[in-house]
């Protein structure tokens, strides 16, 4: 049954990908796809529930034990990021879904849904990976697919941002791939659960060396400051829901390697003084980046990249409570990027522009367009009694009890990046929801004086209607999901604890990988 468990989020995705290349109609594809990604909901939740109950689960593949063969290994870290992920990409593939509905276009299941499907099999894979080569195998899964999705119904400024995109990626991936040769040729091994004692081993030149290689490579990939140039001109291009699902996922995958190979490879006993700087630049860079633009989807792509900053902030720090902070922040992260994003299109689909000046003229969206923005922005302001004031308060308080000057930098930083993000998400409000004139030629509410149309005679309205709900639908979902992580804010915070426990104190892991013994 572990077995299963672990297994089907990585290989049911594909397999399903293979399938709708079949040339099933467009409609069997999406409630394929559909089902597929619920079904992988379902298996993460219990994955979580077990290895909560039970400890780190793993499985090897073929029957070939560490290190001879691949392992598939999951704690509570990765089980939980594993649920919030999937739950992210069902919520925005219906969200895509009511937009091709709404926007009449050709159906492009044929390649939207393969690649899309990829996406998700690289995202469990780097999850739930116990070896290094295949977290880079991972990785390039996530780019093939990513490409294939940011380059959809391509024009000349996507095709650049997508090649932007892949350059960079690409760049990462040969990095990744030295440090894995690198590893292999000083350690003697790929695997994860042993690496940790024979890095130790190393001389500290050596070794210091590996741990600023992998800080880097990761680090493109977080889209961490100085590293970061490429995001703001990559994600604001591709489709809104596209946009989501990379700005909710692509840096996280990315941060939650960064968290599990940093504690796993290089454990430190104390606070880690660069990363704290880097913290503290991203958080201070990004969001002042963010509050010179006039583009909503580059205004947030910027807070994306502030944000990263926070969950550095425990990492850096290198102790329980700051690591229980990183691991909130980055499930409040991913829950409520999406939700800021999609809300966005919704937005965007009213006025027709994402620049917020041109917004301002043109007639406000909904009221509850309106709520579904709000609700997440305060959440990302750290505003209570929201998900991101609880995760930014842990962070806060392991900063207050780590003490020191680096310390003390990182919470005065996350303070005042909290307030210009607060001020950044008023200035998005004000531009785009706070006016007064009427709503004529709303494309979801008829004129005044104008009978409504008969949607039993017009089929395209009546469909534009059903993609319009669908993306609202969605949309709400994941804003009632960043409120669920504010109402379950007691349990998430003991998960995360015990994650934060495995992360410092890791044999539990490695025994479970390299004798298959669950402790």
């Known amino acids: 049954m572990t077995a299963l468990l672990l297994a089907l989020p990585v290989v049911l995705p594909i397999l399903c990908a293979g399938v709708t290349l079949l040339g099933l109609p467009g409609r069997v594809i999406r409630a394929l796809s559909t089902l597929v990604l619920a079904a992988v909901l379902a298996d993460a939740a219990a994955l979580l529930v077990l290895t909560d109950t039970r400890g780190p689960q793993s499985v090897h593949v073929g029957g070939w034990p560490a290190p001879l063969g691949i392992t598939l290994v999951a704690d509570r870290l990765s089980a939980l990021l594993l649920t919030v992920s999937v739950l992210v990409t069902l919520a925005v593939l219906l969200f ?29 894979l780097a999850f739930l990976t116990g070896d290094l080569f295949n977290l880079f195998v991972a990785f390039e899964i996530l ?95 591709a489709p809104a829901p596209i946009t989501a699902v990379f700005a909710a996922l692509l840096t996280k995958v990315a941060v939650y390697a960064l968290l599990r190979t940093q504690t796993l490879l290089f454990p430190r006993s104390s606070v880690w003084t660069l990363l ?23 205004l947030l792509s910027f807070t994306l990249v502030s944000h990263i900053g926070f969950m550095l902030f425990g990492l850096a720090l290198f102790d329980t409570t700051g690591l229980t902070g990183t691991v909130l922040y980055i499930v409040h992260h991913i829950v409520v990027q999406a939700a800021l994003f999609l809300a966005a299109a919704l937005a965007v689909r009213h006025t027709g522009t994402t620049g917020l000046d041109r917004m301002a003229p043109s007639p406000p969206p909904r009221p509850l367009v309106a709520v579904l ?51 950044a998400m008023s200035r998005v409000w004000t531009r785009a929801f706070m006016r007064q004139e009427p709503h004529p030629d709303h494309p979801d509410v008829p004129p005044p004086g ?6 039993a005679r017009h089929p395209e309205r009546r469909a534009d209607r059903y993609g319009a709900r669908l993306m609202t639908t969605a949309t709400g ?36 990988v390299m004798t298959g013994e669950d402790r």
């Open 96 to 124: 895509a879904i009511g937009q091709g509905t709404a926007e009449k276009r050709r159906s492009s299941a044929e390649v939207f849904h393969p690649a899309y499907l990829l996406l998700v099999t690289g995202v469990s």
């Open 143 to 237: 780019l093939a697919a990513s490409y294939v999705l940011i380059t959809l119904d391509a024009d000349g400024n996507r095709t650049r941002a997508g090649m932007t995109y892949t350059i960079i990626s690409l760049t990462s991936s040969l990095l990744f791939l030295t440090f894995v040769g690198l590893v292999y040729a000083a350690a003697g091994t790929v695997t994860l659960a042993q690496l940790g004692p024979r890095l130790a081993e190393l001389p500290d030149g050596l070794r210091g060396a590996l741990a600023l290689l992998l800080l880097a490579v990761l680090g493109i990939k977080a889209a961490i400051v100085p590293l970061h140039f490429w995001l703001p001109d990559s994600y604001p291009t």
């Open 373 to 423: 923005f709000a609700l997440p922005a305060l959440s990302l302001a750290g505003i209570p009694p929201f998900s991101g004031f609880v995760a930014k308060l842990t962070l806060l308080r392991a900063g207050a009890w780590q003490g020191g000057t680096a310390a003390y930098a990182l919470a005065a930083a996350a303070l005042l990046t909290s307030l210009l993000t607060l001020y």
């Open 276 to 298: 704290a700087c880097v913290a503290i630049a991203a958080m201070l860079v990004g969001i002042l980046g963010a509050l010179a633009q006039d583009d909503i989807n580059r």
């Open 477 to 512: 979902v994941m804003v009632m999901t960043s409120v669920a992580v504010a109402v379950l804010a007691g349990p998430l915070a003991r998960v995360g604890e015990r994650a934060a426990h495995e992360l410092l104190d890791p044999r539990a892991y490695r025994s479970v």
């Open 450 to 455: 104008k009978p409504a149309p008969d949607t």
